[in-house]
Every structure is written in structure tokens, then in C-alpha cells.
Nanobody, 126 residues
């Protein structure tokens, strides 16, 4: 069983930055290949894919809406993945969720992931 805990959300102005963290317990990044993902859900909207990163090779993938502005990375020594949010826009306001699956490759489908964090709120003021 993998537990995920997100942190780092908050309020930022448009054009500003935030960094989200997701720390995993129950499985060690340096030993097991995992796909770690970020999704977000705005009020009244469906949960949408944001980014993924693999713990083994650090391979990343991004939604077109965040490409060039957000960066996903991992620190295997800390069993933590990060999502750096730059050039924030009002439409980035959402609850951001960390997700994981015990494989070395990734999917963009939320249904594919087995483990989820509780979410962290990101609010961007215009």
C-alpha cells in the first residue's frame, strides 16, 4: 500500500509561482519503478491530467495547457515528487492531486492510477 501526501498549495498572483510536493510512503522510489502523476480538478469540472514523472528514469509528460510553465521532477532520496508551477494563470486554480501506480511507465488516464493523495488547493488571483 502506498500513501501519498501533498503539500505546497496556496494563493498566488497571476504570473507567480508555487511548488507542490508529494511524498510517498510504503514504497521506495530508489528500489521500485513507479509512475507519479499530477492531476487537477477545478470546481464544476472533471479531473484533468497535468503531468507525470517516472521514478526510475525521470521521464516526464505534460498536458499542453501547462507545457513550458510547469515542471515535474523527483527526488528519490526523499521519496518525493515535485510540481513547479510558473507563470500561473487564473485558470490554473484547482485542487491538485498526486497519484501513483507501481509501474515504470505512465498513462494520462486518472482511472489507471491506484493511489491518490488528499489534494492541495492552488488559487491564482487575477
Amino acid at each position: 500500500q502506498v500513501q501519498l501526501v501533498e503539500s505546497g498549495g496556496g494563493l498566488a498572483q497571476a504570473g507567480g509561482s508555487l511548488r507542490l510536493s508529494c511524498t510517498a510512503s510504503g514504497r521506495t522510489f530508489s528500489t521500485y519503478a513507479m509512475c507519479m502523476a499530477w492531476f487537477r480538478q477545478a470546481p464544476g469540472k472533471e479531473r484533468e491530467f497535468v503531468a507525470t514523472v517516472t521514478t526510475s528514469g525521470g521521464t516526464t509528460d505534460y498536458a499542453d495547457s501547462v507545457k513550458g510553465r510547469f515542471t515535474s521532477s523527483r527526488d528519490n532520496a526523499k521519496n518525493t515528487v515535485y510540481l513547479q508551477l510558473n507563470s500561473l494563470r487564473y485558470e490554473d486554480t484547482a485542487v491538485y492531486y498526486c497519484a501513483a501506480r507501481n509501474t515504470g511507465w505512465c498513462s494520462r488516464s486518472a482511472d489507471w492510477f491506484d493511489y491518490w493523495g488528499q489534494g492541495t488547493q492552488v488559487t491564482v488571483s487575477s
